[in-house]
Protein backbone atom coordinates (compact mmCIF):
# COMPACT_ATOMS: atom_id res chain seq x y z
CA UNK A 1 0.00 0.00 0.00
CA UNK A 2 1.24 3.26 -0.95
CA UNK A 3 0.15 7.00 -1.01
CA UNK A 4 -1.54 7.14 -3.77
CA UNK A 5 -3.97 4.02 -2.22
CA UNK A 6 -4.55 6.74 0.88
CA UNK A 7 -5.60 9.47 -1.04
CA UNK A 8 -8.42 7.14 -2.65
CA UNK A 9 -9.45 5.75 0.72
CA UNK A 10 -13.52 7.00 1.11
CA UNK A 11 -14.51 8.13 4.73
CA UNK A 12 -17.70 7.62 3.26
CA UNK A 13 -17.06 4.25 3.12
CA UNK A 14 -14.61 3.04 5.62
CA UNK A 15 -16.26 -1.02 5.02
CA UNK A 16 -14.53 -0.90 1.54
CA UNK A 17 -10.87 -0.33 3.31
CA UNK A 18 -8.32 -3.01 3.22
CA UNK A 19 -8.09 -4.58 6.50
CA UNK A 20 -4.49 -3.32 7.51
CA UNK A 21 -6.30 0.19 7.06
CA UNK A 22 -9.53 -0.65 9.20
CA UNK A 23 -7.25 -1.75 12.17
CA UNK A 24 -4.93 1.40 11.72
CA UNK A 25 -8.27 3.26 11.92
CA UNK A 26 -9.56 1.34 14.24
CA UNK A 27 -6.35 1.17 17.18
CA UNK A 28 -6.33 5.56 16.32
CA UNK A 29 -10.03 5.57 17.44
CA UNK A 30 -8.90 3.78 20.32
CA UNK A 31 -6.33 5.57 21.80
CA UNK A 32 -8.47 9.08 21.20
CA UNK A 33 -11.56 7.32 23.16
CA UNK A 34 -9.17 6.48 26.07
CA UNK A 35 -7.11 9.96 25.75
CA UNK A 36 -10.56 11.96 25.78
CA UNK A 37 -11.75 9.89 29.04
CA UNK A 38 -8.72 10.01 30.44
CA UNK A 39 -8.71 13.70 29.78
CA UNK A 40 -12.27 14.42 30.82
CA UNK A 41 -13.31 11.73 33.50
CA UNK A 42 -9.95 10.43 35.16
CA UNK A 43 -7.54 13.13 35.49
CA UNK A 44 -9.68 15.06 37.66
CA UNK A 45 -9.95 12.11 40.48
CA UNK A 46 -6.18 10.93 40.30
CA UNK A 47 -6.05 13.59 43.59
CA UNK A 48 -8.70 12.22 45.21
CA UNK A 49 -7.03 8.70 44.83
CA UNK A 50 -4.17 9.96 46.21
CA UNK A 51 -5.69 11.20 49.03
CA UNK A 52 -7.67 7.95 49.59
CA UNK A 53 -4.69 5.91 49.01
CA UNK A 54 -3.15 8.28 51.75
CA UNK A 55 -6.06 7.81 54.54
CA UNK A 56 -6.21 4.05 54.04
CA UNK A 57 -2.51 4.10 54.83
CA UNK A 58 -2.76 6.06 58.31
CA UNK A 59 -6.43 3.96 58.88
CA UNK A 60 -4.41 0.92 58.27
CA UNK A 61 -1.84 1.73 60.76
CA UNK A 62 -4.22 2.82 63.63
CA UNK A 63 -5.62 -0.31 63.28
CA UNK A 64 -3.22 -2.23 63.53
CA UNK A 65 -1.77 -0.16 66.62
CA UNK A 66 -5.32 -0.60 68.04
CA UNK A 67 -4.92 -4.83 67.08
CA UNK A 68 -1.92 -4.68 68.96
CA UNK A 69 -3.04 -3.24 71.92
CA UNK A 70 -6.25 -5.15 71.87
CA UNK A 71 -3.92 -8.19 71.82
CA UNK A 72 -1.86 -7.19 74.60
CA UNK A 73 -4.70 -5.97 76.92
CA UNK A 74 -4.61 -8.16 79.69
CA UNK A 75 -0.75 -8.01 79.54
CA UNK A 76 -1.67 -4.45 79.87
CA UNK A 77 -4.23 -4.61 83.10
CA UNK A 78 -1.91 -6.73 84.80
CA UNK A 79 1.01 -4.36 84.55
CA UNK A 80 -1.85 -1.67 85.04
CA UNK A 81 -2.83 -3.66 88.54
CA UNK A 82 1.19 -4.22 89.13
CA UNK A 83 2.14 -0.72 89.00
CA UNK A 84 -1.08 0.47 91.35
CA UNK A 85 0.58 -1.94 94.06
CA UNK A 86 3.59 -0.41 93.37
CA UNK A 87 2.32 3.38 93.21
CA UNK A 88 0.52 2.27 97.11
CA UNK A 89 3.94 1.33 98.48
CA UNK A 90 5.15 4.00 97.32
CA UNK A 91 2.63 6.17 98.77
CA UNK A 92 2.70 4.47 102.24
CA UNK A 93 6.36 5.53 102.57
CA UNK A 94 5.43 9.40 102.25
CA UNK A 95 4.33 10.86 105.71
CA UNK A 96 1.36 12.13 105.94
CA UNK A 97 0.95 15.71 108.32
CA UNK A 98 1.25 13.89 111.39
CA UNK A 99 4.50 11.75 110.41
CA UNK A 100 6.53 14.38 109.67
CA UNK A 101 7.56 15.37 112.67
CA UNK A 102 8.71 12.39 113.51
CA UNK A 103 10.47 11.77 110.59
CA UNK A 104 12.41 15.06 111.63
CA UNK A 105 13.37 13.49 114.48
CA UNK A 106 14.76 9.81 113.21
CA UNK A 107 17.27 12.11 110.74
CA UNK A 108 18.56 13.61 113.18
CA UNK A 109 18.65 10.50 115.55
CA UNK A 110 20.31 8.96 112.56
CA UNK A 111 22.76 11.88 112.34
CA UNK A 112 23.75 11.92 115.98
CA UNK A 113 24.01 7.80 116.42
CA UNK A 114 26.35 8.29 113.04
CA UNK A 115 28.55 10.41 115.63
CA UNK A 116 28.19 13.77 113.99
CA UNK A 117 27.44 17.66 115.65
CA UNK A 118 24.44 19.15 114.00
CA UNK A 119 24.94 23.04 113.79
CA UNK A 120 22.19 23.63 111.86
CA UNK A 121 18.95 21.23 111.15
CA UNK A 122 15.97 23.74 109.84
CA UNK A 123 13.07 22.61 108.30
CA UNK A 124 12.20 24.75 105.37
CA UNK A 125 8.60 25.73 103.96
CA UNK A 126 6.79 23.26 102.14
CA UNK A 127 6.34 23.32 98.44
CA UNK A 128 3.46 22.04 96.72
CA UNK A 129 3.57 19.70 93.37
CA UNK A 130 1.15 18.17 91.43
CA UNK A 131 -0.16 15.30 93.88
CA UNK A 132 2.51 15.64 96.44
CA UNK A 133 4.58 18.60 98.34
CA UNK A 134 8.13 18.54 98.98
CA UNK A 135 9.58 19.27 102.36
CA UNK A 136 13.26 20.54 102.10
CA UNK A 137 15.35 20.30 105.39
CA UNK A 138 18.60 22.21 105.30
CA UNK A 139 21.42 20.34 107.49
CA UNK A 140 23.98 21.30 108.68
CA UNK A 141 27.14 18.68 110.36
CA UNK A 142 30.25 18.54 111.86
CA UNK A 143 31.78 15.20 111.28
CA UNK A 144 34.52 12.59 110.22
CA UNK A 145 34.11 11.57 106.24
CA UNK A 146 32.98 7.85 107.32
CA UNK A 147 30.51 9.53 109.68
CA UNK A 148 28.82 11.16 107.04
CA UNK A 149 28.47 7.91 104.96
CA UNK A 150 27.00 6.08 107.88
CA UNK A 151 24.60 9.05 108.15
CA UNK A 152 23.78 9.44 104.51
CA UNK A 153 23.20 5.05 104.77
CA UNK A 154 21.06 5.64 108.22
CA UNK A 155 19.23 7.94 106.18
CA UNK A 156 18.50 5.72 103.18
CA UNK A 157 17.39 3.43 105.36
CA UNK A 158 14.43 4.61 107.07
CA UNK A 159 11.26 3.78 105.83
CA UNK A 160 9.86 6.83 104.97
CA UNK A 161 11.18 8.61 101.18
CA UNK A 162 14.07 11.10 101.73
CA UNK A 163 16.57 11.98 99.19
CA UNK A 164 19.41 13.92 99.71
CA UNK A 165 20.68 17.36 97.44
CA UNK A 166 23.36 19.71 96.96
CA UNK A 167 26.00 17.72 99.22
CA UNK A 168 29.13 20.06 100.40
CA UNK A 169 32.02 18.75 102.24
CA UNK A 170 34.61 21.35 103.30
CA UNK A 171 37.21 20.57 106.02
CA UNK A 172 35.95 22.52 109.41
CA UNK A 173 39.53 23.82 110.43
CA UNK A 174 42.70 24.02 108.97
CA UNK A 175 44.42 21.82 111.75
CA UNK A 176 41.33 19.26 112.42
CA UNK A 177 40.65 16.19 110.44
CA UNK A 178 37.00 17.20 110.90
CA UNK A 179 34.89 18.11 108.49
CA UNK A 180 31.50 20.03 107.53
CA UNK A 181 28.99 19.10 105.68
CA UNK A 182 26.20 21.12 103.97
CA UNK A 183 23.12 19.58 102.56
CA UNK A 184 19.63 19.38 101.74
CA UNK A 185 17.38 16.51 102.76
CA UNK A 186 13.91 16.34 101.30
CA UNK A 187 11.18 14.49 102.40
CA UNK A 188 7.66 14.15 100.29
CA UNK A 189 3.77 13.97 101.59
CA UNK A 190 1.09 13.00 99.85
CA UNK A 191 -1.74 15.72 99.44
CA UNK A 192 -4.42 13.51 99.62
CA UNK A 193 -6.60 15.85 101.78
CA UNK A 194 -6.42 18.48 99.20
CA UNK A 195 -5.63 16.50 96.34
CA UNK A 196 -9.31 15.65 97.14
CA UNK A 197 -10.59 19.05 97.27
Request: aromatic share 10%.
Given at each position: ?49 DQDRQQEKELKDTFKLKAAKAANLEAYKQQLEEMKQ ?112
Amino acid sequence: MNLADLKSLDINNVGAWPLPMKGVAFALMFCGVLGLGYWFESQGQLPELDQDRQQEKELKDTFKLKAAKAANLEAYKQQLEEMKQSFGAMLRQLPNKTQVADLLVDISQTGLASGLEFELFKPEAEIPKDFYAELPITIRVKGRYHDFGAFVSGVAALPRIVTIHDISIKPADKDSTRLVMDMTAKTYRYMEEEGAK
